[in-house]
């Protein structure tokens, strides 16, 4: 509803990282991290910490337990 993303980091990311979120109801859907924010709501420059709870906004409609991944990669780009 308010558009920021609540999440439990397991791997590194930091802002520029073009991202991908996805879930039983959601395709594949990329997105670019502009701010990142820790749970005392200080900017960070980068997720270093696994575990650690961050946010970030975010217009794309995420439900509960949709994952995110690094998006490394456009498959059609190697084909």
């Known amino acids: 509803k ?11 990311f930091e802002v520029g990282t073009k991202v991908e979120f996805f879930g039983p109801n959601l395709d594949a859907t ?4 502009k701010d990142i924010l820790d749970e005392n709501n200080d900017h960070v ?3 270093r910490h696994p575990k650690e709870i ?3 906004k975010c217009p794309i409609k995420l439900e509960k337990n949709d994952m995110m991944r ?6 059609e780009d190697y084909l």
């Not at 558009?3 to 590194?12: A, G």
């Not at 690094?70 to 498959?75: E, G, P, Q, T, V």
């Open 54 to 56: 961050l946010k970030f």
């Open 45 to 47: 420059n980068a997720a």
């Open 30 to 33: 990329e997105f670019i991290i």
């Open 70 to 75: 690094l998006k490394i990669f456009d498959i």
């Open 2 to 12: 308010n558009e920021i993303v609540t999440l439990e980091e397991r791997n590194y």
